[in-house]
């Protein structure tokens, strides 16, 4: 049964990156093979040996003792438990994203395309590159890839061209967050779970972190698609709404404002959202010229606008695909996650790959943790997802906190993500954003992901012997 999940798994996964050959859009075989996958597991509960504790982080013993009501409990019970993970993803990703239409209805992005006055596209290249990597460290990985191709859709006309730009913003992105504690929900995770602390978080992964950014970049600077100029084009200029750098200030203040609530309340990230959200909706209808009655419509304001409060209009912009999509890849991997299939590969690459580095001991008479390991827990995370990855990790290693081991989890589980469109959430929000083709990442972004990856690496392993 098993295996046969498994394979679910991969044929879900293909058709994804076959979206474009099949026609067949990303989020139908993603919900599909979510429903399939969970279908199996209650129709063949008794089959299963073991189950996988999410609050825990660990293998439930004797579980396949358990009677069938108590197994199906379990079942339902962890099925409540990654919805709800999965939706305080969403339901954020919902608000930041709302946040940056309401943004770009009063013309705010226009203010920072203002600031950008070059037409030099490897200038552009590295503004975006430098913007995503200390932005997304601030507001998160995910917020941040939205605000910035939001941003980037404004000057970049030519959508050949801006697909690019947008996949070195991925990767500066993940890298950027991998450095700060509320810069990717991997770090978060390790945060939280005292595995990692703020200080020895930068200490160690910073400049790792700043190299997994600059070195793709400036590779991608000598290629030939960002030589020359931007062509401009020459369109009607649209009236400025006079609130348009008030609304900027105003939104990406709120956002920031985020991680900030989380630390002082202990409330997860999705609620300061929703608080910001409001707040950002409020001045956006004060500051809105649409009046509307039951019947009639007046507006001073452009038609795109007439018939719509700023918020509903905002609401209607959004990528619902996207969401959705989110919503069966994430339950899906939670699927493989419940049944410990992901505990028990990352157990397995632990046992069996040889030790590459320096082999640690610990008082207890445990053996160190290959660097190896920890490199294709990096790549895993492309191919799978990074978060139960990490999940796994915490209830296999048991090494103190500020261990270097964590640190090298939150750097390759961080990064990783970058070398596959669809192995992280700033990726596959780019993805929907961008109708960015898997292969087209595959074949032009990747090989540059991998490079940053690895220099990255290897710099950690030297500011490792630092500490």
Not at 170 to 199: E, F
Not at 365 to 380: A, E, N, P, Q, T
Not at 409 to 415: D, V
Request: aromatic share 12%.
């Amino acid at each position: 049964m098993e295996a046969l999940l498994i394979l679910i798994f991969a044929l879900g996964y293909l058709a994804i990156t076959l979206e474009h050959s099949l026609k067949i859009d990303k989020l139908i075989p993603a919900l599909v093979m979510m429903a399939v996958m969970w279908a199996l597991i209650s129709l063949g509960i008794d089959a299963f040996p073991n189950w996988f504790d999410s609050a825990q982080h660990n293998l439930m013993e004797g579980f396949g003792l358990l009677d069938h009501s108590r197994k199906m409990e379990l079942m339902e019970e962890t099925l409540l438990h990654h919805l709800g993970k999965t939706s305080e993803i969403l339901v954020f990703l919902l608000g930041a994203m709302t946040i940056v239409e309401i943004i770009d209805y009063f013309d705010g992005f226009s203010t920072i395309k203002d600031f950008v006055r070059t037409k030099s596209k490897r200038k552009i290249l590295w503004i975006f590159s430098i913007l995503a990597f200390f932005l997304s460290a601030i507001i998160d990985n995910l917020t941040a890839t939205i605000v910035l191709i939001s941003i980037l859709q404004k000057i970049v006309k030519d959508r050949d061209v801006r697909i690019w730009y947008a996949g070195l913003i991925i990767i500066a992105a993940n890298a950027g967050g991998a450095w700060s504690p509320i810069g990717d929900v991997t770090t978060t995770m390790l945060w939280i779970g005292k595995k990692v602390s703020t200080g020895h978080l930068f200490g160690y992964l910073f400049v790792p972190s700043l190299l997994c950014m600059v070195v793709p970049s400036f590779i991608a600077s000598f290629l030939p698609v960002f030589r020359g100029e931007l062509e401009i084009e020459e369109t009607e200029e649209k009236k400025k709404s006079k609130f348009s750098s008030t609304m900027l200030y105003l939104g990406l203040g709120a956002i920031v404002f985020v991680p900030i609530f989380k630390v002082v309340t202990h409330l997860p990230p999705y609620v300061g959202m929703m608080l910001s959200l409001g707040v950002v909706a409020i001045f956006a209808e004060i500051y809105s010229n649409t009046k509307f009655s039951m019947t009639e419509f007046y507006a001073d304001e452009s038609d795109a606008h007439a018939s719509h409060s700023p918020v509903h209009h905002s609401l209607s912009k959004i990528e619902l695909p996207s969401i959705l999509f989110f919503l069966g890849i994430l339950m899906a991997v939670a699927a493989l996650e419940s049944l410990g299939i992901l505990f028990n590969f990352a157990g397995s690459l632990e046992e069996y790959m040889p030790m590459l580095g320096t082999e640690m001991h610990y008082a207890d008479g445990s053996r160190g943790v290959s660097d190896l390991v920890i490199l294709l827990l990096g790549v895993g995370s492309a191919i799978i997802d990074n978060v139960p990855l990490v999940a796994a990790s915490l209830g296999m290693f048991h090494e103190p906190m500020d261990n270097e081991l964590w640190h090298f989890i939150a750097y390759s589980a961080g990064t990783g993500g970058s070398m596959l469109i669809i192995g992280s959430a700033a990726g596959v929000v780019a993805m929907g954003m961008e109708k960015i083709n898997f292969f087209w990442y595959l074949k032009k972004i990747s090989w540059l992901a991998l490079i940053g990856f690895l220099v990255g690496a290897a710099a950690f392993m030297v500011t490792r012997t630092l500490f």
